[in-house]
């Protein structure tokens, strides 16, 4: 087995004043690598019955790892999902960011697409994401965040392209957050920020950069059971951990240097606390076991 150890830095401030740094370790435990014959896998997902999604949109597929262990995979029927890019379990169904052809799909677990839901305006998603009685995409298009209500009809969307806080070049993955709040990851602004549902009161949680604490290229965002919001660095492959208020906590190394992944994109974490990467370049999925 190999042993993989993360350094959390927790800063305490008390009284106006910054207080000594406090650092703890945590380890890792390599549980698996997951190689289907995958090319260029994007994005992750599961259930919580324990089942696992991996979006291998150039394969024009999603593969399956059952919670029994099994791997399935799941090729759509009369449909195409060629150049995917999204994928989430949303409501007992398994959703896809159709990005290519501007639509969001539903497909059953024989590959039967169910539902193919047509924004209101032209768009091209990258993500998907259920947050309360809203679902979220991120427009790679037009910079924008669309909600839509449960029943997947357009309510609004929000956000232009720029650099400001409030705007985006490339918005990709994005995450539910505690507090009624949602995790975006700006891609070619190198940051990841948090926002209300109708794009206010914004929170910067990771800034531009390429040392620790700091992102360049912001990929898969998911949260841990204790809330700590996980940002993959698809140029440096790095696995950080922020808290929601933008409080850098750590980054993850192996032997006393840091861990970088091959194009890390998707991360999910499962009701285990277990951390699953899709390692794009290297077409496959690692898994690791938080302790």
């Given at each position: 087995?190999?042993?993989?150890?993360?350094?959390?830095?927790?800063?305490?401030?008390?009284?106006?004043?910054?207080?000594?740094?406090?650092?703890?370790?945590?380890?890792?435990?390599?549980?698996?690598?997951?190689?289907?014959?995958?090319?260029f896998?994007?994005?992750?997902?599961?259930?919580?019955?324990?089942?696992?999604?991996?979006?291998?949109?150039?394969?024009?597929?999603?593969?399956?790892?059952?919670?029994?262990?099994?791997?399935?995979?799941?090729?759509?029927?009369?449909?195409?999902?060629?150049?995917?890019?999204?994928?989430?379990w949303?409501?007992?169904?398994?959703?896809?960011?159709?990005?290519p052809?501007?639509?969001?799909?539903?497909?059953?677990?024989?590959?039967?697409?169910?539902?193919?839901?047509?924004?209101?305006?032209?768009?091209?998603?990258?993500?998907?994401?259920?947050?309360?009685?809203?679902?979220?995409?991120?427009?790679?298009l037009?910079?924008?965040?669309?909600?839509?209500?449960?029943?997947?009809?357009?309510?609004?969307?929000?956000?232009?392209?720029?650099?400001?806080?409030?705007?985006?070049?490339?918005?990709?993955?994005?995450?539910?957050?505690?507090?009624?709040?949602?995790?975006?990851?700006?891609?070619?602004?190198?940051?990841v920020?948090?926002?209300?549902?109708?794009?206010?009161?914004?929170?910067?949680?990771?800034?531009?950069?390429?040392?620790?604490?700091?992102?360049f290229r912001?990929?898969?965002?998911?949260?841990?059971?204790?809330?700590?919001?996980?940002?993959?660095?698809?140029?440096?492959?790095?696995?950080?951990?922020?808290?929601?208020?933008?409080?850098f906590?750590?980054?993850?190394?192996?032997?006393?240097?840091?861990?970088?992944?091959?194009?890390?994109?998707?991360?999910?974490?499962?009701?285990?606390?277990?951390?699953?990467?899709?390692?794009?370049?290297?077409?496959?999925?690692?898994?690791?076991?938080?302790?």
């Open positions: 087995m190999r042993f993989k150890t993360l350094l959390i830095v927790v800063s305490v401030i008390g009284s106006g004043l910054v207080q000594d740094l406090v650092a703890q370790e945590v380890s890792f435990t390599h549980v698996r690598t997951l190689e289907s014959e995958f090319n896998p994007t994005d992750i997902c599961g259930n919580e019955q324990g089942d696992v999604f991996v979006l291998d949109g150039m394969n024009d597929r999603v593969v399956q790892l059952k919670s029994s262990g099994e791997v399935v995979e799941i090729k759509p029927q009369r449909e195409s999902i060629y150049k995917a890019v999204g994928i989430a949303i409501n007992d169904d398994l959703w896809i960011a159709d990005t052809r501007s639509r969001l799909l539903k497909m059953k677990m024989n590959g039967r697409i169910s539902q193919v839901v047509k924004l209101d305006h032209q768009t091209e998603p990258v993500d998907i994401t259920a947050m309360g009685d809203n679902i979220v995409v991120t427009d790679r037009n910079h924008t965040i669309t909600v839509l209500d449960k029943d997947f009809k357009e309510k609004y969307y929000w956000g232009t392209r720029g650099e400001k806080v409030g705007e985006f070049i490339n918005p990709g993955f994005l995450a539910p957050g505690p507090e009624n709040r949602i995790i975006i990851g700006d891609i070619l602004n190198r940051r920020i948090s926002f209300s549902p109708s794009g206010r009161y914004p929170q910067i949680i990771a800034k531009p950069g390429v040392e620790k604490g700091q992102i912001p990929k898969g965002v998911a949260l841990d059971s204790q809330k700590r919001v996980w940002v993959a660095d698809g140029y440096t492959g790095a696995i950080q951990a922020f808290s929601i208020s933008g409080k906590l750590g980054i993850a190394t192996s032997e006393g240097k840091n861990l970088t992944l091959s194009a890390p994109m998707g991360v999910y974490i499962d009701n285990q606390d277990r951390l699953w990467v899709v390692e794009s370049f290297a077409s496959k999925v690692s898994v690791w076991r938080m302790k």
